[in-house]
């Protein structure tokens, strides 16, 4: 569970990373974060999620949250960073947040597959994510975001909830588009999870 704030937290940035439940570790998002935090431990309040990768050396790590902790986790923070994953970034968005994205890479075991990557530089395209592909991307990014958080805050009210069931919907579309791309780049190769959609293309 993400821990309650004492006084001195309150003052400081609230940080949330999370890297999802995927089985590939994701060293190097962590790594990074350990190295940036020696020098921000001061101005930041961490809850970092790290999954199946090591606990980094940093205050506030845990394995997982459940989706009641993760919506806490997220209500409760100034910024969020995140893997690529698409239900982690909607979720950022749903609480007001323009997450700041680094992209699981397969070439160094992060994912099986780059989907991540296609998706995240298509939102960051977009605008709707801040994408770090880069340690020196990713420290600019927090660099700011310590500086002036509301920088990345988006708008979210009742009227919007139609444009983002759309938002929605399209991701899961491009994501389904994404994998099948990368199906057909890679014979014999398949998603852990597939759509009914998906699934009739193969037949």
């Known amino acids: ?13 609230q940080l949330l990373v999370a890297v999802g439940t995927d089985k590939h570790p994701f060293e ?6 350990e190295e940036w935090h020696v020098e921000a431990a001061d101005q930041v309040g961490l809850t970092v999620q790290h999954g199946h990768s090591r606990p980094p050396a940093v205050p506030g790590a845990v394995p997982f949250l459940g989706h009641e902790a993760l ?22 968005r749903r609480h007001g947040h323009l997450p700041i994205v680094v992209p699981r890479n397969p070439t160094l075991g992060e994912h099986v597959d780059d ?5 995240a530089r298509r939102l960051g395209a977009a605008g709707m994510v801040v ?20 920088r990345y805050a988006v708008a979210t009210d009742a009227a919007a909830q139609d444009a983002q069931l759309a ?3 399209r991701v899961g ?3 389904d588009e994404l994998v099948a791309a990368a199906s057909r780049r890679r014979p014999g190769w398949r998603p852990w999870t597939r759509s009914a959609r998906g699934a009739e293309r193969d037949r």
């Open 173 to 175: 579309q491009i994501v």
């Open 71 to 92: 919506q806490t986790a997220m209500a409760g923070a100034d910024l969020v960073v995140c893997h690529g994953g698409p239900a982690t970034i909607l979720e950022a």
């Open 1 to 13: 569970m993400p821990r309650q704030r004492d006084r001195a937290e309150s003052a400081r940035v």
């Open 167 to 169: 938002a929605v919907t």
């Open 115 to 119: 989907h991540q990557q296609l998706f």
């Open 131 to 150: 994408l770090c592909e880069s340690r020196e991307q990713l420290w600019e990014a927090l660099a700011a975001g310590l500086a002036d958080p509301t």
């Open 28 to 33: 190097r998002l962590l790594r990074w974060l």
